[in-house]
């Protein structure tokens, strides 16, 4: 007999909770259908009534799962307890001699159980509470379980979004990443400040309460590299605006010193405007005032820019070095080291003849400077060293552990024997991904390299060049694949330093392959991918490249399975419509092709997008291509965000100025009453400009596509606490998203 003949023949003896206690049901029927309905959906817990012919009412408990049946447990000794069951044996056990408990046997085996309930003057709050645990597990919201994504590919997403300057994004991994629970609160905190430090928001760095701890312990040079930048903008920078260079060197001396010192140990691995010049103001506040190449600075800025103006009058006022007595140069890198000194103390020491205590002196030098070429000195170092001295190194704790940690950066399949090399060109690092033996540290030395070698050097070797756009689509084991695809921000990083090189076409070409083709597609990664779309179609493609060009770029964007991929698909448009095209039915398809997209997700576009992508569409004779959807009739139309825009006045800035008229366009059509003012001064400022910094409500810049020094005078001339904001790309998307997402979090 089967489980439901048995519980639901004519013969049964069961009755369903809906009857009062000890009464028989006159119509069981009515009731079984959906019982058996969720019988069938085969459903977690199920709850079925049993009156014995001695009147006595059981309740059966079945259950889907060991899982299911511990849960029950536990829900029903919550919502009964030993008060209203009896539970003396921790729920009773079914007998297989009775025939229906024999089908509940058969059909959940140990996942079920029943309760009895002896007493009928309790019966009915039994009941009742059985009922309310029946309907609070119904109307309890299903849990849908977040699939946990690798740690690295999350991380790998984070230096895109930074890469893109989209802090959004990269908050949003972050708290990915903590909800996963693989990262430490200290790796959670850099990845924080690295956020912040793209959002611009050094104060809040300077903010926070584990700002001190951060400052003592050891860190990433990229995180080092954010906390100067804190510390120059938020406390510094207003010496550059009054150009009070003597002021600037004394407030360092009594105000940065004292609490930021161990930012400023050594200049390797750090680049910036702002450490350039943190770095020779600690120079100069230092007592005594160390030597710094001012030089060698001076030349990354062009002759008249403000930066290079600001920098020669630090320059000017370094004093005369009065030359340091003649003494142990083993000793002068000690006393140097110890002041926090790294790159002196580190030039002292590696110019002199093997010892102990100089390969000691050269560890925690490039322990400091987290350099390869740092690195591959003090390997060489401890080669040269004696058997005394290797035993002496052995014996050593911490001098050990750092130099295991400087052998993993070494390109070798084996780094057991003493003699290391470390790879110091891009063809190296590409060719030991290819090996079968994994490389733990692979794309740590991606993220050094990707700081310390020069792009320059690289672009000047096509032999070199060629090579690495041949290795980065060889073949590879799984794990040289995944610490490719791990490294590949910071790779193009590197080649993004020598903006549009056509040099490197070659190499753009092959990393727009490889990060089509990657089958784990995300937001960022599209992101990047349209970054290099736009390089390439600057650099020149021809007609079939530029054709395959569009195909894999729309099926990124569609594979990215969300409405958010919205504002990333028209930026994508714009760069398409604005490039050279060899291909005009190409271009052509490609736009109606996201207008699919906008109508496959049109609930959940924003307005503001669709009106983008209709003026994008008139340009290019494909404005049938996009449609808005009719209004609900007898709907009332709700106040919209532009709305609050009325009578108010928008200022916009970019270099791009096609990307300006349609963000103005778009901005006076979601909200007519608005004046919209349009800049794109190349040097310097306009009255207008300062006009329109001065009174404007809001001031939109695309910082992507626009000068410094355009960037730094409308902010010098904008009223305290006036709302300035940043578009995360060069396009008419960004601006006006930029400014909606402002109005949707704070009306303006």
Avoid at 384 to 405: F, M, P, Q, W, Y
Wanted: hydrophobic share 45%.
């Amino acid at each position: 007999m089967t489980f439901e003949e048995t519980f639901f023949g004519p013969g049964n003896r069961l009755r369903w909770d809906a009857i009062q206690a000890g009464s028989l049901p006159r119509d069981v029927q009515d009731r079984l259908d959906p019982f058996l309905d969720d019988l069938r959906r085969n459903p977690e817990v199920l709850v079925l009534p049993r009156v014995r012919d001695s009147g006595q009412v059981q309740w059966y408990i079945l259950c889907s799962s060991p899982r299911a049946a511990r849960n029950a447990r536990d829900e029903v000794r919550a919502f009964l307890g030993p008060s209203y069951c009896d539970s003396s044996n921790q729920f009773e056990r079914l007998d297989q001699n009775d025939s229906v408990e024999a089908s509940v046997l058969a059909r959940c085996g140990s996942n079920a159980f029943r309760l009895d309930v002896s007493e009928h003057a309790i019966l009915d709050i039994a009941r009742e509470r059985l009922r309310l645990l029946i309907r609070l597990r119904g109307e309890r919201p299903a849990r849908h379980a977040r699939r946990l994504r690798a740690v690295g590919r999350v991380l790998r997403d984070f230096e895109y979004a930074l890469l893109m300057r989209d802090e959004t994004a990269a908050r949003g991994l972050i708290d990915e990443l903590r909800s996963s629970g693989h990262l430490g609160a200290a790796n959670l905190l850099f990845l924080e400040v690295r956020c912040l430090a793209v959002g611009g928001y050094g104060d809040a760095i300077l903010a926070l309460p584990e700002l001190d701890a951060l400052i003592a312990m050891p860190r990433p040079r990229r995180v080092t590299e954010a906390l100067i930048g804190a510390v120059y903008r938020s406390c510094l920078q207003e010496f550059e605006v009054g150009r009070d260079a003597a002021d600037a060197i004394g407030y360092f001396r009594s105000d940065i010193l004292p609490r930021f010192r161990d930012l400023y140990r050594s200049r390797a691995g750090l680049s910036g405007y702002e450490v350039d010049v943190s770095f020779l103001l600690a120079a100069l506040a230092s007592a005594p005032a160390r030597l710094v190449a001012a030089e060698a600075v001076l030349e990354r800025y062009p002759p008249g820019s403000s930066h290079r103006e600001y920098l020669t009058m630090l320059a000017a006022l370094e004093e005369a070095q009065v030359g340091l007595p003649e003494g142990d140069p083993l000793a002068e890198a000690r006393a140097a080291f110890g002041e926090a000194d790294i790159d002196r103390a580190y030039s002292l020491v590696a110019v002199l003849p093997p010892s102990f205590e100089r390969t000691a002196l050269l560890i925690r030098c490039a322990r400091d400077m987290e350099t390869l070429s740092a690195a591959q000195v003090a390997l060489e170092s401890v080669e040269g060293l004696s058997v005394d001295g290797r035993s002496r190194l052995a014996h050593n704790a911490v001098l050990g552990r750092i130099v295991g940690s400087l052998k993993q950066l070494s390109a070798a399949a084996v780094t057991d024997s003493d003699v290391v090399e470390l790879p110091t060109t891009w063809a190296m690092w590409l060719t030991r991904l290819t090996l079968p033996e994994s490389w733990s540290s692979a794309v740590s030395v991606a993220e050094i390299a990707s700081r310390e070698w020069s792009v320059d050097k690289f672009a000047r070797d096509p032999l070199a060049v060629q090579k690495v756009a041949d290795l980065l689509l060889r073949d590879r084991a799984s794990w040289g694949q995944e610490a490719l695809r791990d490294a590949l921000p910071y790779f193009l990083t590197f080649c993004l330093r020598s903006g549009l090189d056509p040099r490197l076409k070659v190499v753009f070409e092959s990393l727009f392959f490889v990060i089509a083709v990657d089958d784990q597609v995300s937001l960022p990664q599209v992101s990047v991918l349209l970054k290099v779309v736009d390089v390439r179609l600057q650099l020149g493609v021809t007609i079939a490249d530029y054709r395959e060009l569009l195909g894999q770029l729309s099926s990124a964007i569609n594979a990215v399975e969300t409405p958010s991929v919205a504002t990333i698909a028209l930026e994508a448009v714009e760069i398409v419509v604005n490039a050279a095209c060899p291909a005009p039915s190409e271009r052509q398809g490609f736009v109606v092709a996201i207008a699919g997209l906008f109508r496959r997700w049109y609930r959940r576009v924003d307005r503001a997008d669709i009106v983008l992508l209709q003026h994008l569409a008139e340009e290019l004779g494909v404005a049938e291509a996009v449609t808005q959807p009719e209004p609900v009739q007898d709907r009332p139309q709700l106040p919209s965000e532009w709305d609050t825009l009325d009578g108010k006045k928008v200022a916009l800035y970019s270099l791009q100025e096609s990307a300006l008229r349609r963000a103005a366009l778009v901005v006076r059509e979601l909200c007519p009453g608005v004046r919209v003012n349009i800049f794109h001064d190349h040097v310097g400022g306009s009255p207008a400009l300062r006009g329109a910094s001065a009174t404007s409500d809001v001031f939109v810049i695309a910082t992507a596509a626009a000068k410094h020094s355009a960037t730094a005078f409308i902010e010098s001339h904008r009223p305290s606490g006036a709302c300035t904001l940043y578009a995360r790309g060069q396009g008419s998307a960004s601006l006006v998203a930029a400014l909606r997402e402002r109005l949707q979090v704070v009306p303006t």
